[in-house]
């Protein structure tokens, strides 16, 4: 889900603020729709004046009725979410109808270059609440889609997208994680005048102690954030001046101020300090009366796990102070506070990512039912989509209580997990029998690995619904349904019948299916013995980074004793953590065939092997290290504890490799060496993957870094996913560093 904390947090966007509430009530009255969804904008987000949500709604639907697909929007999350208007079965069915005249409307005004319309959206898309996009109805977009409408809309000067951008582009697992660029698009929505990105970019400078976003620059946004009323933010500013960290001289009084506007919003953590404040009577005249409502306050708010638990005693030990006939007033005076927050404290409040997952999920099936009943196949698939969603939920939830021994709370997450499951398996059969495919695959992949602790494997029903995606064409189900019978698991049908199935999936440069083509044609078992065949399906799979399909072409080079040929292959298969292929490595270097014998090196591929799971290497271990000196033997083990195998095989064929053979590594290099931004790109990965070198973190990093300032748009992420994988100390960055200083282009 797209973090709500960032979406709906700043003024909406630059027209509505070019334009004040009366000169928009003023072109409203005389019926221009855009006026009118402007004006209903501006009274839902507080801009400019008071939050009116009848007015808004009022204004949302004089527009919506004319058309305008952005009021749409806004009135369906108002009825909704009831806000402005009473809940009823008429709000949510008129809600549900202005979602679908959204979601057809909007496109067209994102075709024209609307930021707004772009923001919405992508909203919707996020959400699976649009029905006529690309792909199904009410299924999520993909994450490129989303993020392409969200960076035209942050383009466009639109607020919360920049917010929204900038949040993507820092989770590291999003497809355009850069932390600069997530800082890049703060900075211009903070210098629009939000608070949220000012108290981000301050939140930033302090994680990365002033490396990312400076310290001084930091500083400056945390008090502009609390200037503008964001209560978390006043609270932080409070407490560096308290420190001081700001202003350079601690400033308590100043702080404590700071610190009660925050605690007046009904922050709990600075409702809290400043309980502690009373009692403590050092920036405050000590009083235990008002400390223990402050502190009572606190209680009902979010706290941090750790004050949480602190605020119960320091309430426990404040009380035995307070006298006991005042001790129910006070409690009833800590009752009745009433936070005042600001506008900008309560942005996160609204918008439709204020509504819970299972409000988004419930409101996704109930749009779906009518196209479920209506027969269409589509719908079932993401209505059993939905239910998949929603069991996820509830098997965290039980993990989460089993490891807090809850056990009863536990058990009945399970089973609400346990009713899902059996919607998702009904919908999809619901699909598949209408020869969905995608509803014949997922069905077949339940029942092929079971799911969790709800449902043990059925290999008979994996089967069966894998034969029906094979017969509608599907390659992976081809594939897997010719393995379950070489497995045996397909009663009633014979061994043989595997083969035809295979190869129509091999047929299809299915890199598995060739990769077992190739072994039962290097074996002559059920298929006629062709070793140049064989070696053909492997080289296939090879060449798409299949990593038994590597680990395959290795063996059978090593067999006819082209040993470095073999160690090549071999290489590629153990990166990406294949066992056997560690294991080969090992006794070839063990042996110095194909390479220089290397006892720590042996050793570590096969500790790399046993830890893979290869069975049996414990024997050469011993030997081996019967052989080695101690130091020799912790650097091996210490070697193979930081290595992280990485999968490069993409089952859709996206990321094929070059053949090694036909790759000249010095060209590359000198290419690099002369300037050649993609050659220098490439020739880190070279380093970083181990594409017929040894892994050098040091040379990966000086040549992606270079790759990298020189603007090639992969090398940052590819720089910063090889740390992960290979985490470099101190001593080597710097040493790649000065690398890079010292590199000059040949000309």
Same mark, same amino acid.
């Given at each position: ?9 700043? #003024? ?30 501006? $009274? ?30 806004? $009135? ?13 079965? @008429? ?7 202005? $979602? ?47 993020? !392409? ?16 951008? =900038? ?30 990105? /000012? ?30 009323? %964001?209560?978390? +933010? ?19 009084? #100043? ?18 300090? $400043? ?13 235990? *009366? ?10 009902? &708010? ?5 004050? +949480? ?22 409690? *009833? ?74 056990? @009863? ?22 699909? +598949? ?21 709800? +449902?043990? #494997?059925?290999? !008979? ?21 010719? =393995? ?24 299809? *440069? ?41 680990? *395959? ?12 040929? /073999? ?20 006794? %070839? ?12 090196? !042996? ?14 290497? @414990? ?9 080695? =000196? ?34 000249? %590594? ?9 300037? @050649? ?14 594409? &017929? ?21 992969? #090398?940052? =992420? ?30």
């Amino acid at each position: 889900m797209i973090p709500r904390v960032l979406i709906f947090l700043a #003024a909406v966007s630059l027209s509505i603020a070019a334009e004040d509430r009366k000169a928009l009530e003023n072109r409203a009255a005389k019926g221009e729709s855009e006026a009118q969804y402007l004006l209903a904008e501006k $009274l839902y987000w507080a801009d400019g004046g008071p939050r009116d949500l009848k007015q808004s709604l009022d204004f949302a639907r004089a527009a919506a009725k004319q058309g305008n697909a952005k009021a749409q929007y806004r $009135l369906a999350v108002q009825l909704l979410l009831s806000q402005g208007v009473a809940l009823s079965e @008429d709000t949510i069915k008129e809600g549900q109808q202005m $979602l679908d005249a959204a979601a057809k409307g909007l496109p067209a005004l994102v075709k024209a270059g609307d930021a707004d319309a772009a923001f919405k959206l992508a909203l919707l898309y996020e959400t699976g609440l649009d029905r006529f996009g690309e792909g199904r109805p009410y299924e999520r977009r993909s994450k490129e889609t989303v993020f !392409a409408l969200v960076e035209q809309a942050a383009k466009g000067g639109h607020v919360p997208a920049q917010l929204l951008i =900038s949040a993507m582009m820092q989770n590291q697992k999003h497809p355009k994680y850069s932390l600069t660029g997530s800082v890049d698009w703060l900075r211009k929505a903070a210098k629009q005048g939000n608070a949220h990105a /000012a108290h981000k970019l301050w939140a930033i400078s302090r994680h990365t102690q002033g490396t990312v976003v400076l310290r001084e620059e930091g500083r400056e946004q945390l008090a502009a954030a609390a200037r503008s009323g %964001l209560s978390i +933010a006043q609270h932080e500013y409070g407490s560096e001046l308290n420190r001081g960290t700001i202003g350079g001289v601690p400033d308590p009084k #100043a702080g404590l101020e700071w610190v009660r506007k925050a605690a007046m919003q009904g922050f709990a953590t600075a409702q809290f300090v $400043l309980g502690l404040e009373y009692v403590l009577g050092k920036s405050l005249e000590r009083d235990i *009366n008002q400390s223990f409502i402050w502190l009572a306050r606190a209680r009902s &708010g979010n706290l941090p796990p750790a004050i +949480a638990r602190r605020l119960d005693l320091e309430i426990a030990r404040v009380r035995q102070d307070v006298a006991a006939d005042k001790l129910l007033g006070l409690i *009833n005076e800590a009752k009745q506070f009433k936070p005042q927050p600001t506008a900008v404290t309560e942005w996160p409040e609204y918008g439709l990512n204020s509504a819970k997952p299972a409000f988004i999920l419930q409101l996704r099936r109930e749009m779906l039912s009518p196209l479920t009943q209506a027969g269409e196949p589509e719908a079932m698939f993401v209505l059993a989509e939905c239910f998949a969603e929603q069991m996820e939920v509830h098997l965290g939830r039980s993990l989460f209580f089993k490891q807090n021994n809850v056990p @009863d709370r536990a058990r009945n997450e399970e089973e609400l997990a346990r009713e899902c499951l059996k919607e998702v398996k009904a919908w999809y059969a619901k699909a +598949a029998e209408k020869k969905h495919l995608d509803a014949c695959v997922s069905l077949a992949m339940i029942y092929h690995g079971g799911v969790d602790q709800l +449902a043990a #494997a059925d290999p !008979a029903q994996a089967g069966h619904w894998y034969h029906q995606g094979a017969l509608l064409g599907d390659t992976l189900c081809m594939y897997r349904y010719a =393995s379950l019978i070489h497995e045996g698991q397909v009663k009633g049908v014979e061994r043989k019948d595997l083969i035809p199935w295979l190869q129509k999936a091999a047929d299809k *440069n299915h890199a598995p299916a060739l990769s077992m083509m190739g072994l039962f044609l290097i074996r002559g078992d059920l298929i006629a013995q062709d070793t140049k065949a064989a070696v053909k399906c492997f080289e296939k799979a090879a060449l798409q980074n299949y990593a038994v399909a590597q680990g *395959n072409l290795g063996q059978y080079h090593a067999e006819a004793k082209r040993y470095e040929e /073999a160690i090549k292959w071999y290489r590629l298969a153990a990166r990406q953590g294949e066992a056997p292929s560690q294991f080969a490595l090992g006794l %070839l270097t063990l042996r110095g065939q194909g390479t220089k014998k290397d006892l720590p090196k !042996a050793y570590y591929w096969f500790t790399l092997a046993k830890k893979y799971g290869f069975q049996g290497v @414990d024997r050469e271990l011993e030997s081996l290290a019967k052989q080695m =000196s101690a130091p020799d033997i912790r650097q091996a083990d210490a070697e193979a504890a930081r290595f992280v195998a990485q999968v490069f095989y993409k089952p859709d064929g996206s990321a094929p490799v070059a053949n090694l053979a036909e790759v000249d %590594l010095k060209t590359l290099q000198d290419k690099a060496e002369g300037g @050649d931004r993609e050659a220098q790109f490439q020739l880190g990965l070279r380093y970083a993957k181990g594409d &017929g070198v040894n892994v050098d973190t040091v040379i990966a990093y000086k040549w992606l870094y270079i790759a990298e300032k020189t603007g090639h748009p992969a #090398a940052e =992420s590819e720089r910063k996913q090889m740390m992960k994988v290979h985490p470099m100390g101190i001593t080597k960055i710097r040493a790649a560093r000065d690398m890079v200083k010292a590199f000059r282009a040949n000309k």
